[in-house]
């Protein structure tokens, strides 16, 4: 259910519908993995680093909502430590890309 949620927000039903190419060729051997200046198009590559970063953000929740059901202080510790990292890591990238574009 949670890769359905995932593949979803991160444009798999445009990915189907549209069939977008893996990146851009540029002249000079240059490839671009995503569409600069537009919103509304995007490349297959992009797609998917899309959805690796939700699932990155995803994770972190995941292990976040485990720390509070712990017993000990030290693995609840590293829990809530890795969870906001992965989050702020997905949640940074994810920003970045659409900065990107």
């Known amino acids: 259910m949670i890769g359905l949620a995932i593949f979803l927000i991160g444009g798999g039903i445009y ?3 549209r069939f977008p190419p893996p990146v851009i060729v540029l002249g000079g051997n240059r ?3 995503f569409v600069p200046g537009d919103l509304s198009a995007q490349t297959m590559v992009e797609s998917i680093f899309s959805m690796i970063l939700l699932l990155i953000g995803f994770l972190g929740f995941l292990m976040i909502s485990r720390a509070s059901k712990s017993s000990s202080t030290r693995y609840t510790t590293l829990l809530l430590t ?3 990292t992965l989050i702020v890591i997905g949640v ?3 920003h970045l890309l659409l900065t990107l574009k």
Request: a negative charge; proline letters at 0%; aromatic letters at 16%.
């Open 31 to 33: 490839l671009l993995f």
């Open 82 to 84: 890795v969870g906001l």
């Open 92 to 94: 940074s990238l994810m």
């Open 15 to 17: 990915d189907i519908f």
